[in-house]
T-cell receptor, first 115, second 117 residues
Framework: AQSVTQLGSHVSVSEGALVLLRCNYS??????LFWYVQYPNQGLQLLLK??????LVKGINGFEAEFKKSETSFHLTKPSAHMSDAAEYFC?????????????FGKGTMLLVSP | DSGVTQTPKHLITATGQRVTLRCSPR?????VYWYQQSLDQGLQFLIQ???????AKGNILERFSAQQFPDLHSELNLSSLELGDSALYFC????????????????FGEGSRLTVL
């Protein structure tokens, strides 16, 4: 079975500060990892994904995440927060060569950005 | 715009009633997934269809059912509604059964917000 743990249901930062959203996963086989963002009253939008190759993955809006197998982590970072980054962020995992398996999501982290 | 269309966007109904939520996947996508999002449970996988056939079941209640039609659109039927069924219901789609290029990547609609009074 696979699972995802997102540390902190809410994270508050000031505009211009570093954003760090934590995600740890468990998977019995090598995973595919994703970060999705949900803006208010909208659906989930893919920020970035790790499938294979380079462990540092760059996504949209200046976000990036690093896959660390030894730590079973896939933390999301952005060097400088912007007000428009305020949203809920979801980490998700899927098994490689998973066939018909589905994404398992974490409970989400709400990012609050203050001026 | 993900290309996944869900209707209705908002729905208010009473306990005991039945509703149908509709989803049109992205053009070319064969798989449709339904998720429920609520404050206490987070994002919960309900059910997946691939090219008209049920492929995987998650935490879907017996009062809920779904189907995927030959034109690949899908409907989620919720019956004998309870207050606790109030939630945002998302549809997602992907090309193959296990997700885009088998990575599991899903494309989400904007959701249908159900309020049960």
């Amino acid at each position: 079975a696979q699972s995802v743990t997102q540390l902190g249901s809410h994270v508050s930062v000031s505009e211009g500060a570093l954003v760090l959203l934590r995600c740890n996963y468990s998977s019995s086989v090598p995973p595919y990892l994703f970060w999705y963002v949900q803006y208010p009253n909208q659906g989930l939008q893919l920020l970035l994904k790790y499938t294979t190759g380079a462990t540092l993955v760059k996504g949209i809006n200046g976000f990036e995440a690093e896959f660390k197998k030894s730590e079973t982590s896939f933390h999301l970072t952005k060097p400088s927060a912007h007000m428009s980054d305020a949203a809920e962020y979801f980490c998700a995992v899927n098994r490689k060569n998973s066939g018909y398996s589905t994404l398992t999501f974490g409970k989400g982290t709400m990012l609050l950005v203050s001026p | 715009d993900s290309g996944v269309t869900q209707t209705p966007k908002h729905l208010i109904t009473a306990t005991g009633q039945r509703v149908t939520l509709r989803c049109s996947p992205r053009s070319g996508d064969l798989s449709v997934y339904w998720y429920q999002q609520s404050l206490d449970q987070g994002l919960q996988f309900l059910i997946q269809y691939y090219n008209g056939e049920e492929r995987a079941k998650g935490n879907i209640l017996e009062r809920f059912s779904a189907q995927q039609f030959p034109d690949l659109h899908s409907e989620l039927n919720l019956s004998s509604l309870e207050l606790g069924d109030s939630a945002l219901y998302f549809c997602a789609s992907s090309v193959v059964a296990g997700g885009s290029a088998n990575t599991g990547e899903l494309f989400f609609g904007e959701g249908s917000r159900l309020t049960v009074l």
